[in-house]
């Protein structure tokens, strides 16, 4: 009886060809499937969103800092150059702060006696956690950026993002090292709202563009180009009282608002978690 | 027998065309602090991924325009697997073409490129306004289809220098010379 050596079976051209399309066929119905789930806020397609900036956080960390030390230095040149300016200015600010400080004085004073008088439930106090921007602001169809700080330290979904100018954001994707914030010139972002001079509570929504607009504004309202806008609180997400933007145009039944924060600049930001 | 120092040479040269993309998609998804720039910075990774799947589809194969499409995704936020679709039809419709592109000049190349990133644009655009609440302003992608062509031409000459050079080095390993 003879065994039969085996032999190794090359695949023709044609057969590689075939494999090569069906490999193709196969990412573009995985990238397909992907598109589905991730419009459906599929928690799968989350937690392969959130794994693979957990993994890109840090490169891009790195990455930026070339960015960041040449951003810092252009600054450092800028304050160095307009000492003398800002040396005037600030004297001048801090005589009128001076002033602010003993009126916020008698006011506390004033506050504290008649809460006490009241018994008043003190609210409870916010905490900060600080994490740096590591990613750009999307692209021309999403404004958001990739924070270098997750679940890991502390932060969580729907938690406000500021820096010292006011609000930048909301946190929408939290991983283990990493959070994306929904920058309020996107398309999808909503925040409650509502002006500081004639207290017009409304929705600021982004629109792609740099001015998010005012929605559902009442009727007859008397919202004036100048007025400062600030979180309303309503919702339970953002704490009352956040600097948001001012109304810099009023036309045609639609407010635009300036963001006195603006993102691109921010190295650093602080996410609140609201003790509603 | 090439020699494994050799062969690991061989396989970086292979590489080198991804890692550049890798690296411009990293150097685009990177804080620059300028404002105003991230909603209209150039694709420039798609200008490795047109050069190199021109010229050596090999060395820009499906697998690796759908990863980075799918890390692109993942850090800007767009719908996870957006981007890797338009750059394999991107790759994809370049190779419908190759034959016909591969031998002209500079100029009719990059007027292909312009021409093959203006319809995956577009055709992102209408994905976009698609999965978004409100109507989609082309207006920044505009500028950035604008801003790529016109970067095009840069990394094209910096790439043929490099294109030389990985050709030359492994003809040298292989052949001896």
């Known amino acids: 009886m003879t065994i039969k ?12 060809q075939w494999l090569g399309r069906a490999g193709v066929a ?27 900036t957990d993994m890109a956080a840090p490169v891009l960390a790195v990455a930026s800092s070339p960015m960041d ?20 200015f600030l004297k001048n600010q801090n005589i009128e702060l001076l002033q602010w400080q003993s009126a916020a004085k008698e006011m506390e004073a ?32 999403v404004h958001s950026a990739l924070v270098g700080g997750g679940s890991a330290q502390g932060i969580k979904k729907d938690e406000a993002v500021t820096n010292e100018n006011g609000l930048i954001g909301r946190v929408i994707d939290v991983g283990a090292a990493s959070a994306r914030v929904l920058l309020l010139s996107d398309i999808n972002s909503r925040v409650p709202v509502v002006t500081e001079h004639s207290q017009e509570k409304s929705i600021l929504a982004g629109n792609n563009s740099e001015w998010p607009t005012l929605s559902y504004l009442a009727v007859g309202s008397k919202v004036v180009v100048g007025e400062r806008v600030v979180t309303s609180g309503d919702g339970g997400i953002f704490p009352p009282g956040i600097p948001v933007g001012v109304v810099t145009a009023v036309e045609a039944g639609e407010v635009r608002v300036q963001p006195f924060a603006d993102a691109a600049k921010a190295e650093y930001v602080s996410i609140i978690d609201y003790a509603f | 027998m090439i020699p494994a120092a ?17 690296a411009l ?48 995704d993942a850090v800007t936020g767009l719908n996870l697997g957006l981007s890797s679709l338009l750059y394999m039809l991107f790759l994809k419709l370049l190779h419908m073409q190759r034959r016909y592109i591969h031998k ?20 992102g655009g209408i994905a976009q306004s698609f999965f978004s609440p409100g109507s989609v302003h082309f207006g920044p992608a505009f500028l950035q289809w604008l801003l790529t062509v016109c970067f095009y031409p840069v990394l094209h000459k910096a790439f043929d220098g490099l294109d030389d050079y990985i050709h030359s080095r492994r003809w040298q390993i292989l052949h001896g010379g």
């Open chain 1, 5 to 16: 050596k085996p032999h190794t079976v090359y695949l023709p051209l044609p057969g590689k």
């Open chain 1, 26 to 52: 196969l990412m573009v119905t995985f990238a397909l499937t992907l598109l589905m789930m991730s419009k459906a806020n599929n928690p799968a397609a989350q937690r392969l969103r959130t794994n693979i």
């Open chain 1, 69 to 88: 030390a040449l951003y810092n230095a252009g600054m450092w040149l800028t304050d160095m150059s307009q000492l003398r300016e800002q040396n005037v």
């Open chain 1, 110 to 141: 004033e506050n504290r006696s008649l809460r006490s008088l009241l018994n008043v439930v003190p609210p409870k106090k916010n905490s900060y956690i600080t994490a740096r921007i590591v990613s750009d602001l999307g692209g021309p169809y």
């Open chain 2, 6 to 22: 050799r062969r690991l040479e061989l396989l970086f040269l292979a590489a080198l065309p991804g890692l550049i993309a890798t």
């Open chain 2, 25 to 72: 998609a990293i150097f685009s998804l990177s804080c620059k602090h300028i404002s105003g720039l991230s909603h209209f910075m150039p694709a420039l990774p798609l200008i490795p991924i047109f050069y190199w799947g021109l010229t050596h589809s090999r060395d820009m194969p499906y697998w690796f325009v759908f990863a980075l499409g799918l890390v692109t």
């Open chain 2, 104 to 123: 002209e000049g500079f100029i009719v190349k990059w007027m292909y490129f312009a021409a093959l990133l203006a319809v995956t644009d577009f055709l």
